[in-house]
């Protein structure tokens, strides 16, 4: 009788204990609603759930270590939500590293992305008929999480060759105090190797506006903050019935305060020139 007893208490004491230490551990997950945490899902997720009992342990995927985490009481599986990081994100960099399958991009100083590490490993896929020279300036889209190696990796969903999300011109005409020459050369092509071809102002000054900071145009060009094949790209997209000269090619595009030419003529003359608004090619023809 009294072994009886003696066994009744022990596991009433049991279910005691365990009914005490799912309602700390309720009123734990109660008092922090938003939990955030990672599972990994195909590849890896960050989920948020309202409350929930977890533990987790240490698996390996191509070489990587990865945590996963398993779930038992108050957040079943099919109750997560998928989370923010599952979308895409992207970052700017300058590529470092270039190989066959894949290139080294080292993420712009002023990227979340770079918290992380200051090289990112991006494999090309898809992506591998092209070419990302070294010192090139790319755009990289990327979902998923970031493989914390070094370089760190992420999965590419997109690589662009492009330096900055938005950029303007800024063209001020030439005033008459002015001590500089109605036409000069912004970056002579003997100054950098970046261009076989030489960038003038004309009639003006000439500075850029990327991402909301203002450089001079030759500080942006040599700093790689944007590339003259850039603007030239924009112009083209802006003005896609643009006027064009039976010279070989030249072109000219007309915004509202300035012009600018890209000379192509049969005599091997590539230069650009970023003057006026009225300016026009005959205007450079005894240059």
């Known amino acids: 009788m009294k072994k009886g007893i003696k066994i009744f208490l022990i596991i009433f004491a049991i279910i005691v204990i ?3 230490a799912d309602t700390i551990q309720a009123k734990v997950f109660d008092n922090n609603p938003l939990i955030k945490i990672r599972y990994n899902r195909d590849g890896g997720n960050v989920d948020y759930v309202d409350k929930g009992i977890f533990v987790y342990t240490y698996v390996f995927t191509n070489g990587e270590k990865v945590t996963v985490y ?24 300058k590529v470092i590293e270039s190989g066959t399958n894949y290139i080294i991009v080292e993420p712009n100083e002023n990227e979340e992305i770079r918290k992380s590490s200051d090289k990112i490993d991006i494999g090309l896929g898809e992506y591998n008929d092209a070419l990302y020279e070294v010192g090139t ?42 001590s500089y020459n109605k036409i000069y050369a912004i970056l002579n092509k003997s100054e950098t190797n970046k261009y076989n071809y030489t960038i003038y102002a004309y009639d003006g000054s000439v500075n850029i506006r990327i991402d909301g900071e203002e450089y001079s145009l030759k500080e942006a060009l040599l700093e790689d903050k944007i590339t ?46 970023i003057g006026t608004k009225d300016m026009t090619i005959n205007d450079l023809e005894n240059l």
Do not use: C
């Open 228 to 273: 003259m094949e850039e603007i030239i790209a924009k112009a083209n997209k802006d003005f896609p019935d643009t006027i064009s000269y039976d010279d070989g090619g030249s072109m000219e595009y007309h915004y509202d305060n300035y012009t600018i030419i890209k000379v192509h003529n049969l005599n091997g003359n590539r230069d650009v020139y």
């Open 137 to 178: 300036n790319v755009k990289i889209t990327y979902e998923g999480p970031i493989m914390e190696s070094y370089p760190a990796k992420v999965k590419a969903t997109k690589i662009e060759i492009k330096s900055a999300e938005d950029f303007e011109i800024l063209f001020k005409d030439r005033q008459p105090i002015d």
């Open 18 to 20: 365990i009914v005490l």
């Open 70 to 93: 398993r779930w038992e009481k108050y957040a079943p599986p099919e109750e997560l939500v998928d989370l923010e990081t599952n979308k895409e994100q992207s970052f700017f960099g």
